[in-house]
């Protein structure tokens, strides 16, 4: 385990589902965060929560919401996605936003829009 | 704003020989350096990173890479490779007056040749 668990590892929707992606972290770090990857594309960062305060999107689609309940917990809440929505999705942590000590990243939920 | 290339997307190379992964960047400002890995259905692992000091960095797993600032690059290197070395890397940069917004290469595969 990395500190940050990411569930569930696999996802396949359809598009009118509603369904929820979940991280954990215990590392007592400060800010979370989700990014996209897809196959030969740099990472993109979509949100970022520093103290459970957003404090970015990243011009992410309205489909795509975000939900920092606390310091430790980081939701992805997906709704009507689209095929070019598969991904895997990660979610990270770091001690601060300035990320300087580096981030510590989940193993990622792979999702399948059908 | 500051860019990020990995010139090669795969490299293939015999066991126990020295590989070399080669990362450029563009910034109009200094920035602080990373290269991560990403083992097969895993999240991403900090290798190791640059902030300051030493222009040489050693990192985890026998991994080290060299700051070059007149040629804008990060290559990462190791004298022996492993076939647990198997894996996709990733370059990353940070403008030292950005928070935390990584910008990421889109990866190089490396292939150990048994």
């Known amino acids: 385990e990395t500190g940050v668990t990411q569930t569930p590892r696999h996802l396949v929707m359809g598009m009118t589902n509603k369904k929820s992606l979940k991280c954990e972290q215990h590392?007592?770090?400060?800010?979370m965060y989700w990014y996209k990857q897809s196959a030969k594309k740099p990472l993109e960062l979509m949100f970022v929560?520093?103290?459970?305060?957003?404090?970015e999107n990243n011009s992410v689609p309205s489909r795509f919401s975000p939900e920092c309940p606390n310091s430790s917990h980081l939701f992805l809440h997906l709704h009507t996605l689209q095929p070019e929505d598969s991904a895997l999705y990660l979610c990270a942590s770091s001690q601060d936003k300035a990320g300087g000590r580096g981030y510590t990243f989940g193993s990622g939920t792979r999702l399948t829009v059908v | 704003a500051q860019s990020v290339t990995q010139l090669d997307s795969q490299v293939p190379v015999f066991e126990e020989a020295p590989v070399e992964l080669r990362c450029n960047y563009s910034?109009?400002?200094?920035?602080?350096l990373f290269w991560y890995v990403q083992y097969p259905n895993q999240g991403l692992q900090l290798l190791l990173k640059?902030?300051?000091?030493s222009t040489l960095v050693k990192g985890i797993n026998g991994f080290e890479a060299e700051f070059n600032k007149s040629q804008t690059s990060f290559h990462l290197r190791k004298p022996s490779v492993h076939i647990s070395d198997t894996a996709e890397y990733f370059c990353a940069v940070r403008a030292m007056d950005s928070n935390y917004q990584l910008i990421w290469g889109a990866g190089t595969k490396l292939i150990i040749k048994p």
């Open positions: 910034s109009s400002v200094s920035v602080y």
């Open positions: 929560y520093s103290l459970e305060e957003r404090v």
């Open positions: 640059y902030l300051s000091g």
């Open positions: 590392l007592g770090h400060n800010a």
